[in-house]
Protein backbone atom coordinates (compact mmCIF):
# COMPACT_ATOMS: atom_id res chain seq x y z
CA UNK A 1 0.00 0.00 0.00
CA UNK A 2 1.25 3.44 -1.08
CA UNK A 3 0.87 6.15 1.33
CA UNK A 4 -1.67 8.72 0.11
CA UNK A 5 -0.37 12.29 -0.52
CA UNK A 6 -1.65 14.53 2.08
CA UNK A 7 -4.78 16.38 1.26
CA UNK A 8 -3.88 20.10 1.03
CA UNK A 9 -5.59 22.02 3.76
CA UNK A 10 -8.97 23.72 3.43
CA UNK A 11 -8.88 27.60 2.56
CA UNK A 12 -10.18 28.94 6.17
CA UNK A 13 -13.58 30.90 6.19
CA UNK A 14 -11.64 34.49 6.33
CA UNK A 15 -9.10 33.07 3.16
CA UNK A 16 -12.30 33.06 1.03
CA UNK A 17 -13.96 36.15 2.62
CA UNK A 18 -10.41 37.77 1.34
CA UNK A 19 -10.85 35.89 -2.19
CA UNK A 20 -14.01 36.99 -2.78
CA UNK A 21 -13.15 40.67 -1.51
CA UNK A 22 -10.40 40.63 -4.35
CA UNK A 23 -12.42 39.67 -6.58
CA UNK A 24 -15.46 42.67 -6.39
CA UNK A 25 -12.60 44.99 -6.32
CA UNK A 26 -11.26 43.49 -9.75
CA UNK A 27 -15.04 43.36 -11.01
CA UNK A 28 -15.12 47.36 -9.65
CA UNK A 29 -12.08 48.51 -11.27
CA UNK A 30 -13.02 46.57 -14.69
CA UNK A 31 -16.29 48.45 -14.83
CA UNK A 32 -14.39 52.16 -13.89
CA UNK A 33 -12.14 51.32 -16.70
CA UNK A 34 -14.95 50.26 -19.19
CA UNK A 35 -16.81 53.24 -17.97
CA UNK A 36 -13.55 55.77 -18.30
CA UNK A 37 -13.29 54.31 -21.69
CA UNK A 38 -16.85 54.78 -22.52
CA UNK A 39 -16.55 58.51 -21.71
CA UNK A 40 -12.91 59.11 -23.70
CA UNK A 41 -14.56 57.81 -26.71
CA UNK A 42 -17.89 60.08 -26.09
CA UNK A 43 -15.32 63.22 -25.48
CA UNK A 44 -13.05 62.17 -28.15
CA UNK A 45 -16.67 61.82 -30.16
CA UNK A 46 -17.60 65.22 -29.08
CA UNK A 47 -14.32 66.97 -30.14
CA UNK A 48 -13.93 65.75 -33.62
CA UNK A 49 -17.86 67.09 -34.53
CA UNK A 50 -16.68 70.45 -32.67
CA UNK A 51 -13.66 70.36 -35.00
CA UNK A 52 -16.63 68.95 -38.17
CA UNK A 53 -18.57 72.17 -36.75
CA UNK A 54 -15.60 74.59 -36.95
CA UNK A 55 -14.49 73.74 -40.15
CA UNK A 56 -17.99 73.21 -42.09
CA UNK A 57 -19.18 76.42 -40.13
CA UNK A 58 -16.55 79.05 -41.51
CA UNK A 59 -15.41 79.38 -38.12
CA UNK A 60 -11.79 80.91 -38.65
CA UNK A 61 -9.91 78.82 -36.32
CA UNK A 62 -6.50 77.22 -37.26
CA UNK A 63 -6.07 73.71 -36.84
CA UNK A 64 -3.92 75.17 -33.51
CA UNK A 65 -6.15 76.36 -32.03
CA UNK A 66 -8.50 73.63 -32.45
CA UNK A 67 -6.28 71.33 -31.07
CA UNK A 68 -6.06 69.36 -27.59
CA UNK A 69 -3.95 71.54 -25.22
CA UNK A 70 -1.68 69.44 -23.05
CA UNK A 71 -2.15 67.17 -20.79
CA UNK A 72 -1.92 69.05 -17.13
CA UNK A 73 0.40 67.15 -14.62
CA UNK A 74 0.77 69.33 -11.36
CA UNK A 75 4.35 70.09 -12.32
CA UNK A 76 3.44 74.30 -13.21
CA UNK A 77 3.25 77.36 -12.05
CA UNK A 78 0.29 79.13 -10.93
CA UNK A 79 0.38 81.26 -13.80
CA UNK A 80 0.61 78.02 -16.10
CA UNK A 81 -2.63 76.23 -14.34
CA UNK A 82 -4.45 79.84 -15.15
CA UNK A 83 -3.64 80.03 -18.04
CA UNK A 84 -4.05 76.06 -18.66
CA UNK A 85 -8.46 76.77 -17.41
CA UNK A 86 -8.49 79.75 -19.58
CA UNK A 87 -7.44 77.86 -22.88
CA UNK A 88 -9.65 75.22 -21.64
CA UNK A 89 -12.74 77.55 -21.74
CA UNK A 90 -11.09 78.97 -24.80
CA UNK A 91 -12.22 76.18 -26.14
CA UNK A 92 -14.95 75.54 -24.92
CA UNK A 93 -16.29 78.63 -25.76
CA UNK A 94 -15.48 78.01 -29.67
CA UNK A 95 -16.90 74.87 -29.62
CA UNK A 96 -19.81 75.48 -27.69
CA UNK A 97 -19.38 72.59 -25.50
CA UNK A 98 -22.46 71.19 -23.70
CA UNK A 99 -21.93 71.62 -19.86
CA UNK A 100 -22.02 68.05 -19.29
CA UNK A 101 -18.73 67.73 -21.19
CA UNK A 102 -16.76 70.26 -19.95
CA UNK A 103 -15.54 68.34 -17.13
CA UNK A 104 -15.26 64.63 -19.01
CA UNK A 105 -12.99 66.80 -21.28
CA UNK A 106 -11.19 68.22 -18.66
CA UNK A 107 -10.57 64.72 -16.68
CA UNK A 108 -9.24 63.26 -19.75
CA UNK A 109 -6.29 65.99 -20.00
CA UNK A 110 -4.77 65.27 -16.65
CA UNK A 111 -2.19 63.14 -16.16
CA UNK A 112 0.00 61.48 -13.06
CA UNK A 113 -0.28 62.79 -9.91
CA UNK A 114 -3.26 65.23 -10.77
CA UNK A 115 -5.14 62.60 -12.35
CA UNK A 116 -4.87 60.17 -8.59
CA UNK A 117 -5.89 63.19 -6.66
CA UNK A 118 -9.21 64.21 -8.54
CA UNK A 119 -10.05 60.73 -8.77
CA UNK A 120 -9.99 59.98 -4.90
CA UNK A 121 -11.15 64.30 -4.45
CA UNK A 122 -14.41 63.07 -7.14
CA UNK A 123 -15.16 59.89 -4.81
CA UNK A 124 -14.98 62.08 -1.51
CA UNK A 125 -17.53 64.37 -3.23
CA UNK A 126 -19.80 61.11 -4.61
CA UNK A 127 -20.42 59.90 -1.06
CA UNK A 128 -21.29 63.46 0.01
CA UNK A 129 -23.46 63.53 -2.72
CA UNK A 130 -21.91 66.84 -3.69
CA UNK A 131 -22.46 68.03 -7.49
CA UNK A 132 -19.91 66.97 -9.77
CA UNK A 133 -19.74 69.17 -12.80
CA UNK A 134 -17.35 71.60 -14.83
CA UNK A 135 -17.77 74.37 -11.68
CA UNK A 136 -16.87 72.64 -9.19
CA UNK A 137 -14.04 70.97 -11.30
CA UNK A 138 -12.78 74.33 -12.14
CA UNK A 139 -12.85 75.90 -8.27
CA UNK A 140 -10.98 73.14 -6.88
CA UNK A 141 -8.75 73.13 -9.54
CA UNK A 142 -7.66 76.71 -8.78
CA UNK A 143 -7.49 76.26 -4.60
CA UNK A 144 -5.00 73.61 -5.50
CA UNK A 145 -3.31 75.08 -8.40
CA UNK A 146 -3.60 78.75 -8.21
CA UNK A 147 -4.36 79.32 -4.14
CA UNK A 148 -5.59 82.50 -2.48
CA UNK A 149 -2.14 83.35 -2.11
CA UNK A 150 -0.92 83.46 -5.74
CA UNK A 151 -4.29 85.30 -6.68
CA UNK A 152 -3.54 88.02 -3.54
CA UNK A 153 0.10 88.26 -5.33
CA UNK A 154 -1.36 89.05 -8.60
CA UNK A 155 -3.53 91.80 -7.20
CA UNK A 156 -0.44 93.17 -5.25
CA UNK A 157 1.20 93.51 -8.69
CA UNK A 158 -1.24 95.38 -10.39
CA UNK A 159 -1.50 97.43 -7.78
CA UNK A 160 2.37 97.73 -7.41
CA UNK A 161 2.31 97.47 -11.95
CA UNK A 162 4.09 100.68 -13.89
CA UNK A 163 5.36 100.81 -17.62
CA UNK A 164 9.22 101.74 -17.09
CA UNK A 165 10.97 100.01 -19.87
CA UNK A 166 7.79 97.48 -21.01
CA UNK A 167 6.36 98.85 -24.81
CA UNK A 168 2.82 100.20 -24.54
CA UNK A 169 1.11 97.29 -25.76
CA UNK A 170 3.35 94.79 -23.35
CA UNK A 171 1.93 97.05 -20.26
CA UNK A 172 -1.69 97.44 -21.75
CA UNK A 173 -1.62 93.36 -21.96
CA UNK A 174 0.04 92.93 -18.68
CA UNK A 175 -2.21 95.46 -17.27
CA UNK A 176 -5.43 94.08 -18.43
CA UNK A 177 -4.14 89.83 -17.11
CA UNK A 178 -3.73 91.23 -13.82
CA UNK A 179 -6.81 93.59 -13.70
CA UNK A 180 -8.89 90.76 -13.64
CA UNK A 181 -7.28 89.29 -10.03
CA UNK A 182 -7.98 92.85 -8.53
CA UNK A 183 -11.11 92.52 -5.48
CA UNK A 184 -12.46 96.00 -5.38
CA UNK A 185 -15.01 97.47 -7.41
CA UNK A 186 -13.98 99.88 -9.92
CA UNK A 187 -15.13 101.86 -12.16
CA UNK A 188 -13.81 103.24 -15.67
CA UNK A 189 -12.58 106.53 -14.72
CA UNK A 190 -10.84 104.78 -11.89
CA UNK A 191 -8.81 102.03 -14.18
CA UNK A 192 -7.92 104.63 -16.50
CA UNK A 193 -5.90 107.13 -14.18
CA UNK A 194 -4.62 103.67 -12.69
CA UNK A 195 -3.49 102.97 -16.69
Known sequence: MTPRPPTPPQPSFEMNQIARTIEMMANAIQQQNMAMAQNHQATMHHWENARFVA????????????GLPPKFSGNAT???????????????????????????FAIYLLSGE??????????????????????????????????????FAKEAEFLRLEQREMSVNAYAARFEYLAKFYTQATSEAWRCRKF
Request: proline share 3%; hydrophobic share 40%.
Open 114 to 151: VEFLWMGAQQMMEARAEVLDWKCFRVKFLEKYFPDSAR
Open 78 to 104: PDQADQWIRELEKIFRATSCLEDKKLV
Open 55 to 66: KTSHVSLSQEHM
